[in-house]
């Protein structure tokens, strides 16, 4: 079957460059309906009709309508006769193209915001009642002064008189405020009355549907080709070996690359795994020498991504070899590694570090990319994982970045450092693990600090490392907040590490969320 007839309610979103455009798609497909987003300026009138979508959602973004050249929807977006729902940017050039006006308002509204209801509208139905006033979620510096003939306006804010406008002829909705975000508490329902009720898409899509969908898309891209796979023993990387092998069989090898740079036991446990659990074809390939040779004497995060990144090709492309030539490269990459690596145009944009499935590799790669899971979130992973039946013990591990304990390592890298920062963070995770906490925690880890303090034991004086912990919580590792333990707990974790663990001699704990830091140290 071909993908577009499984899936026939099709919700298509527009992306003109927000931060938060991915909430939408996370949004609608919460509610049963599939969907996908693709830049502005890939979607034309042709690209429309082979999409054929129900309903059109676009997104906000950083530009200004009122700006020369600033990005527009292609003029068939409100041509189709399907509903379309412009939030923020969305509405302001929705309004524009239509024949309304923008203009940029002293009175710019950031963060939490009032909507007073005027007028019932189908968006509202059920949630939102006429004379109430909402709490919504608002970023915006223009907003719209005159309307385009047939809109009339059904909300409105201090900032913003036309916040919710509606022409309900033409089914064309939108928004100043941001429903996506879970600071507008009846967003998500807002949507919803727009797939479900305005658009009439059924929400019966799954991750059963997702999974039929992506095996679909793989075979259409591969052929006959052959695909390595990099596993590094996270969730994301065995889901997309076990998606692919389904999708594929033995036209997949996968490789699993020790950097030497691995926790305690990582390699055993992976290997196990697919060795056991599946009939995968895997390589064992034990590169430490060659990763911690390259690195040896970095000290720059940066540098030691990129080394990391072109190493792993380089060893992805031995390998390719040696199976006889491979023509496809598979990753796990995800949603929120490519939106913190790149700019949604490609262009220069503020990369915040560069995740080694994306920004990372270097562009003489010589394999082509599959990544299945581009567009999801970790917890929709999980579900994925759920759904090809992979044992719960991987689907619920904690995330482990490509990198490995180099980014958890400030300073060179050497291989007594690793040692002991592998042993400290055993022992964190098993202490976690035996106060029933594992599963509470997005992340934890140790990181060792290239930093020597004094400390005695027994009679003698020390003069060793100082190991930080981390643990944060987090839905998607976009925002993390450090995970409050009790003090018994972190006391008993660090007086065994400082035990147990020759070369520390204090530990600390971090209490920095996300923003400001970031989970990983590096
Ligand atoms: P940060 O440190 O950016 O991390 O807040 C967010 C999430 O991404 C993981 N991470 C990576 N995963 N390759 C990966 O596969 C990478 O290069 C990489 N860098 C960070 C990190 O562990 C956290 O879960």
């Known amino acids: 079957m071909a993908i577009n007839e499984m899936m026939s309610d099709s919700v298509l979103i527009i992306d003109f460059g927000s931060q938060v455009t991915q909430l939408i798609a996370r949004r609608v497909r919460e509610s049963g309906v599939y969907c996908e987003v693709q830049p502005f300026n890939k979607v034309t009138g042709e690209s429309l009709k082979v999409f054929a979508p129900r309903a059109i959602i676009m997104s906000g973004g950083p530009a200004s309508v009122l700006d020369i050249d600033t990005p527009r929807a292609a003029e068939e977006v409100f041509a189709l006769g399907v509903p379309v729902l412009g939030i923020c940017y969305g509405q302001q050039t929705m309004v524009e193209q239509l024949g309304g006006e923008v203009q940029t308002s002293d009175h710019r509204e950031f963060g939490r915001a009032m909507v007073n209801v005027t007028e019932a509208c189908a968006l509202f139905d059920g949630i939102w009642r006429l004379g109430t006033e909402e709490e919504v979620w608002m970023s915006h510096g223009d907003r719209v002064v005159r309307l385009p003939d047939g809109f009339r306006v059904v909300g409105t804010s201090e900032g913003a008189p036309y916040a919710a406008i509606a022409d309900e002829d033409r089914r064309f909705y939108a928004v100043q405020f941001h429903p996506e975000v879970v600071h507008t508490p009846n967003g998500a329902a807002l949507l919803r009355n727009f797939t479900h009720g305005v658009a009439g898409c059924r929400g019966d899509w799954t991750m059963a549907a997702f999974r039929e969908q992506e095996i679909a898309k793989v075979?259409?891209?591969?052929?006959?080709?052959?695909?390595?796979?990099?596993?590094?023993?996270?969730?994301?990387?065995?889901?997309?070996?076990?998606?692919?092998?389904?999708?594929?069989?033995?036209?997949?090898?996968?490789?699993?690359?020790?950097?030497?740079?691995?926790r305690l036991g990582e390699a055993d446990d992976v290997v196990g795994l697919f060795r056991d659990h599946y009939n995968i074809s895997l390589v064992h390939r034990d590169a430490g020498d060659m990763f911690l040779g390259k690195l040896e004497g970095i000290k720059d995060p940066e540098q030691k991504r990129k080394i990391i990144g072109g190493t792993f090709i380089d060893v992805f492309e031995e390998e390719a070899r040696n199976v006889g030539g491979a023509d496809f490269l598979a990753q796990g990459t995800l949603y929120p590694d490519v939106i913190e690596s790149v700019s949604f145009r490609g262009g220069p944009s503020v990369t915040i570090k560069s995740h080694h499935n994306v920004g990372g590799l270097p562009e003489r790669m010589n394999l082509e990319l599959v990544e299945p899971l581009r567009e999801l979130f970790k917890d929709e992973v999980r579900k994925l994982g759920r759904e090809l039946g992979l044992p719960e013990s991987f689907v619920g591990r904690h995330p482990f970045p490509g990198p490995g304990l180099a980014i958890r390592m400030p300073g060179d890298i050497t291989r007594e450092k690793l040692d002991i920062l592998r042993k400290a963070d055993a022992i964190y995770l098993q202490e976690i693990r035996n106060a029933g906490l594992y599963d509470k925690i997005w992340q934890a880890f140790a990181v060792l600090l290239p930093v020597q303090t004094v400390g005695v034991m027994g009679d003698s004086r020390t003069y060793d490392s100082v190991c930080a912990l981390r643990a944060v919580s987090s839905t998607d590792g976009m925002t993390a907040d450090f995970f409050h333990y009790d003090m018994e707990f972190l006391g008993r974790a660090a007086n065994r590490i400082i035990n147990e663990v020759r070369g520390i001699n204090r530990v600390v704990y971090d209490i920095t969320s996300k923003p400001p830091g970031t989970i990983e140290w590096e």
Request: net charge negative; glycine share 16%.
């Open 219 to 262: 075979r259409e891209k591969v052929g006959n080709g052959r695909v390595i796979c990099g596993l590094s023993g996270g969730v994301d990387s065995s889901v997309v070996a076990v998606l692919l092998h389904e999708a594929i069989g033995d036209q997949l090898t996968c490789v699993f690359v020790d950097t030497g740079m691995m």
